[in-house]
C-alpha cells in the first residue's frame, strides 16, 4: 500500500525534524554531562597594594607550602591589572582556573629593565634592573608575607599589602 503524496510529504518533514531534534538532544546531553571543572582546581582572586595603592603588571605566584603540604598540589600565577587585582591560573587549566585546595606560599614580581645602547654594551655597560616590587617579595625566605590556606569549593579572596621599605 502507497501512502498519498500529501501523507508521504507529512511523513518526511516530521521524520527530519524528528532526526534534528535527536541531534539536538544529543548535544545537550554530551556538553551538559561534562564535568565543570575536570582539573579540581578552586577559584582564588585576590588584589595587591604596594604602600597603600593598587599595583598593574605584578606577576603572583602560589607555590605549594611543602611543610604542609599533604597532597599533590601545583604552583599557580597570575598577573595583576590596573586595580591590583588577580585570578589565578594553574598550568594546563583554563584561564582564571584557580588552584587545588592546600595551603600555598605567595610571592611577587615586576622588575624594568633599562636596556643599554649597543656602544654602552661594547664598552661593558650592563642593563640596569629596577625591582618595582622589592625583591624580598620574590622569595619565600626573605618575605613576611605568611602561607595562605585555599578552601575547597570556597570562594577564596586574598588581599595582601605590600611595602616598599
Known amino acids: 500500500m502507497r501512502l498519498p503524496n500529501a501523507l508521504r510529504c507529512r511523513f518526511t518533514a516530521v521524520s527530519g525534524i524528528l532526526k534534528r531534534l ?3 538532544v544529543l548535544l545537550i546531553c554530551l556538553v551538559g554531562c561534562g564535568q565543570s571543572n575536570p582539573y579540581g582546581t578552586t577559584y582564588v582572586e585576590g588584589i595587591v597594594l604596594i604602600d597603600g595603592s593598587p599595583i598593574d603588571g605584578v606577576q603572583v605566584t602560589f607555590a605549594p607550602n611543602s611543610t ?13 591589572d590596573k586595580s591590583g587585582k588577580f585570578t589565578l591560573t594553574t598550568g594546563g587549566a583554563p ?7 592546600g595551603e600555598y606560599n605567595v610571592t611577587f614580581y615586576k622588575i624594568t629593565v633599562k636596556e643599554t645602547t ?3 654594551s661594547q664598552a661593558g655597560k650592563e642593563p ?12 619565600t625566605k626573605t618575605s613576611d608575607i605568611t602561607p595562605v590556606k585555599v578552601e575547597k569549593g ?10 616598599t621599605n
Do not use: C, H, R, W
Open 22 to 24: 535527536e541531534y539536538i
Open 68 to 80: 604542609t603540604s599533604e597532597t599533590q598540589q601545583m604552583s599557580a600565577g597570575g598577573m595583576t
Open 95 to 101: 584561564l582564571g582556573s584557580g588552584v587545588l585546595a
Open 118 to 120: 649597543f656602544e654602552e
Open 128 to 139: 640596569v634592573t629596577t625591582y618595582i616590587v622589592p625583591q624580598k617579595y620574590n622569595d
Open 154 to 163: 570556597d570562594k577564596n579572596s586574598f588581599k595582601f599589602e605590600l611595602k
